[in-house]
């Protein structure tokens, strides 16, 4: 029998048995209680080591894009995600001291430099420009991303099967409450509400958002919050 083959930092090609992850992103890891492949409900499961380059290339983006295209999951991701936050990333790749090109781009890809007042700034100068504008140029849900066609005949129906889609993949259920981070007009908010029996609470940088959005939203179990989500 040949004798066992030892595991290396490549990116293996067969899915069926994902390479070791990247020491860099080991490295990031470690303290976080959160591993590659390991045995408790919040670490992270790979399914094809694609993963590992989406994440050096992309960083934080490249890892929910990845997650969104089964590359990955974990039986527990809300606890997964709050011992990657708790785990102060940002120090750890300043210890990357020989990879110095790596550690500069990683830092900004996984860091949002932006300023809870530069983030308000921008809800200014952008969406606080006229509620109006959006209403001539959205769907009646104000929804501002895109819809989901598969059988939509018009916008109107591509955002109203978006919202439902969204609701069905978080398997949301009645009495359950919701985190809407970027709520906008609270399209999604009230949909959710009215439909899925949730309480939510939607938070955003924009005046003119939150008035109108807490006028649509009136009559069900839903707040809106002008704040940063940092907070």
């Known amino acids: ?3 066992p083959t030892k595991q290396s930092d490549h990116f293996d090609t067969d899915t069926r048995h994902p390479a070791t992850a990247p020491r860099a992103l080991r490295s990031l890891l470690q303290g976080s209680g959160v ?4 045995s408790r409900p919040w670490d992270i499961q790979v399914h ?3 993963l ?3 994440v050096l290339l992309k960083g934080s983006l490249g890892f929910g894009e990845a997650y969104m295209d089964g590359l990955w999951d974990s039986v527990r991701l809300d606890e997964t995600f709050t011992r990657l936050l708790r785990s102060h990333l940002n120090a750890k790749v300043q210890q990357l001291k020989r990879l110095r090109w790596f550690a500069a781009v990683l830092r900004e890809l996984l860091f949002n ?3 809870p007042g530069r983030a308000f700034e921008v809800g200014e100068r952008h969406y606080d420009i006229g509620n109006d504008v959006f209403e001539a140029m959205l769907d009646p849900t104000m929804s501002y ?3 989901y066609w598969a059988q939509a005949t018009d916008l109107a129906e591509a955002q109203l099967a978006k919202l439902d889609l969204i609701c069905r993949k978080l398997q ?3 009495g359950q409450r919701l985190l809407d981070i970027g709520c906008g007009w609270g399209g999604l908010a009230r949909y959710a509400a009215e439909h899925y029996g949730v309480e939510v609470l939607g938070i955003t940088v924009s005046r003119e958002q939150q008035a109108l959005a807490q006028a649509r939203c009136a009559g069900w179990p839903i707040r809106i919050a002008l704040q940063d989500y940092r907070e």
């Open 52 to 54: 590992y380059r989406r």
């Open 113 to 115: 430099h932006q300023s």
């Open 145 to 147: 991303s895109c819809g």
């Open 35 to 38: 591993s590659f492949n390991g």
């Open 48 to 50: 094809d080591p694609a």
């Open 172 to 174: 949301l259920q009645p």
């Open 1 to 3: 029998m040949a004798a």
